[in-house]
């Protein structure tokens, strides 16, 4: 049988942190099979954290990932990545649910869905810039946009899809789907210049204003209102359904 597992350890098991092996076969001639990966990019204003093997599973820094298991969904995979690899509560973390995933896309491996979440909780008193010295000894460390595309250097893939994530956070920032609190948003120090150089006319984004907590508290609130018009539907449609058998028997007889 095909081993999920090992084709998405296959990405962190060289040099670079992804790994080029084959597909696995199918069991039909002329035919491979690949298996999913999702991994989960935790946020925290304009920081991400990235993940190190204390086992030396593989060198350096690397974006949280794993195999998504049989009949799993690649959402619930990539809050499995997170929570699991950085051993975080998944309490402790908010999907955001618009910003949609970005692949890391490795030549011959399977593809990984990069989901983006938010801490719930702030950094530590004092000055945000503490949280950029390393721990060679904790499982994961926090990042700049600037700090991860070094501490990314030899994984070029890896790069290119926190680039693409960078600029779909600050257009959610600017929609106010993404939060800028605690230092900012992740990439700002490049996507402002970034946009900049865009053909056409010059691209500036609003920052935006928003905060994790009225995040939630919308989320919250958009969930309570739709329960509550589905609630209100099922009882139009239970009481249709009364008044049509009422009509039926008074038909009947």
Not at 67 to 90: D, K, N, T, W, Y
Not at 117 to 129: D, H, K, R, S, T
């Amino acid at each position: 049988s095909h081993d999920c597992g090992s084709d998405c350890h296959a990405h962190g098991s060289e040099e670079h942190g992804h790994g080029h092996g084959q597909e696995a076969d199918s069991g039909s001639e002329g035919e491979t099979q690949t298996c999913p990966c999702a991994g989960g990019l935790i946020l925290r204003g304009n920081r991400c954290v990235l993940i190190r093997s204390l086992a030396g599973e593989w060198e350096g820094m690397r974006i949280p990932w794993l195999a998504v298991e049989p009949g799993e969904h690649v959402e619930v995979a990539s809050a499995r990545a997170a929570s699991e690899l950085c051993s975080i509560e998944p309490e402790e973390m908010h999907l955001l649910r618009n910003v949609l995933p970005v692949a890391i896309a490795v030549p011959g491996m399977p593809e990984i869905a990069l989901y983006a979440f938010y801490a719930v909780n702030p950094p530590p008193p004092g000055a945000l810039e503490a949280a950029d010295t390393e721990d060679p000894e904790d499982i994961y460390d926090w990042y700049t946009f600037p700090s991860a595309m070094r501490a990314l250097a030899g994984d070029a893939y890896a790069r290119a899809a926190l680039a693409t994530m960078a600029f779909a956070l600050a257009a959610g920032a600017a929609a106010g789907t993404v939060p800028n609190q605690w230092g900012g948003v992740f990439g700002q120090e490049w996507t402002e210049a970034a946009f900049k150089l865009l053909p056409g006319p010059k691209l500036e984004l609003d920052p935006g204003n928003r905060t994790i907590a009225s995040l939630m508290d919308a989320g919250a609130a958009a969930a309570s209102s739709s329960s509550g018009s589905r609630a209100q539907t099922t009882a139009t449609e239970e009481a249709n359904s009364t008044k049509g058998n009422q009509k039926r028997k008074r038909v009947k007889h």
